[in-house]
């Protein structure tokens, strides 16, 4: 054993719920845990960061951590904190879905048989695909009383709300906790860790286990993210940030945590780093009065951009976002790809030309102003010559200057800067 899981994860904010035994259960002898992750998606977002957070520490701290992937559950749909049913998915795009989640868990996850507390990932479709519905009642079903299973807030709040709640739905606490009780059995899992809305369908899964086999289970919660604004955690107005850095790329994911509010960002950075107690209360302290830095903000950024992508990612990260800030970086934004220009210029006002107009060349004034970025031909060459203007981040100062077809980024596009803070991405079309 290498230290006291649950200690630490109370200073980091990480425990909601906790069910009496666990500490010393955890103190005791290396323990299985599992958490389960929803195949929704082909990629984890970062909602889904807290319970590989908690699988880490669990193994760091000397344990057994199990990821259980949701094959049959997710072809039922879990209640919890939902207000209406959602959409089943077919074994076709659960396949697929459940190859990418993996791939994403072997990043964090340490899966070397050679050790004693390696991880292992499990597909509970695995023990569902030939459990008939009148053995499920008969063998699962006759254990947890319909009173029980009514008593449970998510539950309680579907019944109460105006959509009602499908049998399918109803259930799932018993799936779920019949998962627990396979794991129980066939892994020697004593230890399930969840989301605070899982604490219902966690509670009926050591129910199980008490009822059917008499053995001990525990478990824990780890309170749900929330932005100190109210607003809700992961999501942006484009919507999710993705762990895959094809659905939000590794620029997009440093600037998330790079904007956290200094509220969030004290908490962020115990949740989602492994700095240590020290190097954390070290960084608050000296972020306390210094806020303008954005010192929380920025080492956040880092770990958990690393984590996730790779240092490579973080250090382009770095350079991306100083294109629009720093003046000297007309060497950088030429090195970008069209994919990369685009995640960088993203909010950035774009106006398109024609790109037969600049073949040989059009003056830089009559461009300016035919593209409306300037209202008329005498206000850009005022500007021009006033060092107001630049093209690719680079200083026009003579109004006969001629753009030409050369200076186009990916042979597509053109930085148009208007003063120290105005921006607009020119697309040749």
Not at 38 to 66: A, C, E, W, Y
Not at 81 to 88: I, P
Not at 107 to 115: C, S, V
Request: with cysteine; aromatic share 10%; net charge negative.
């Amino acid at each position: 054993m290498t230290g006291n899981l649950i200690e630490e994860l109370q200073w980091r904010g990480m425990i909601q719920d906790i069910m009496p035994g666990t500490e010393d259960q955890l103190k005791k002898e290396m323990t299985n845990g599992y958490i389960g992750f929803d195949p929704t998606s082909d990629s984890l977002h970062i909602g889904s960061l807290v319970p590989i957070m908690l699988l880490i520490h669990l193994q760091r701290n000397g344990h057994k951590p199990f990821a259980l992937l949701g094959g049959a559950t997710g072809m039922v749909g879990d209640p919890s904190g939902k207000s209406e049913e959602r959409n089943l998915l077919s074994e076709e795009t659960l396949a697929h879905n459940l190859k990418g989640i993996k791939a994403q868990l072997e990043k964090f996850l340490d899966f070397d048989p050679g050790k004693p507390n390696a991880a292992e990932m499990v597909n509970n479709y695995d023990w569902f695909k030939d459990f008939s519905f009148l053995n499920f009642i008969r063998d699962v079903g006759k254990y947890i009383t319909v009173n029980y299973m009514m008593s449970k807030d998510s539950v309680k709040k579907r019944l109460e709300g105006d959509s009602g709640m499908s049998f399918t739905e109803f259930t799932y606490q018993l799936v779920q906790g019949y998962d627990f009780y396979w794991l129980n059995q066939h892994k020697n899992c004593k230890l399930q860790m969840g989301g605070s809305d899982q604490w219902g369908n966690i509670v009926t899964g050591t129910e199980l286990i008490r009822k059917k086999s008499g053995n001990e289970a525990f478990a824990f919660t780890c309170p749900l993210m929330t932005k100190a604004d109210g607003g809700k955690f992961g999501k942006t107005e484009k919507g999710n940030i993705w762990l895959d850095a094809k659905k939000t790329s590794p620029y997009q994911f440093y600037q998330f945590w790079l904007n956290a509010a200094d509220a969030d960002a004290e908490r962020f950075i115990k949740i989602f780093t492994l700095l240590s107690k020290e190097e954390i209360n070290t960084l608050i302290e000296q972020h306390k009065g210094n806020e303008y830095q954005r010192l929380l903000q920025k080492k956040l950024a880092e770990e958990v951009t690393c984590m996730v992508h790779s240092r490579a990612d973080y250090e382009f990260a770095i350079k991306a976002s100083e294109i629009l800030f720093n003046n000297d970086t007309a060497e950088i934004l030429n090195q970008l790809n069209e994919e990369q220009l685009l995640h960088v210029m993203d909010g950035v006002p774009t106006v398109e030309y024609p790109k037969g107009s600049i073949i040989n060349g059009i003056d830089i004034v009559s461009f300016l102003a035919e593209t409306k970025i300037f209202p008329s031909k005498g206000e850009a060459k005022k500007m021009i010559q006033g060092g107001g203007v630049s093209i690719n981040k680079i200083k026009i100062d003579n109004p006969d200057h001629l753009v030409q077809a050369t200076a186009l980024l990916n042979n597509k596009y053109l930085l148009i800067q208007k003063g120290k803070k105005n921006y607009y991405l020119s697309i040749f079309i």
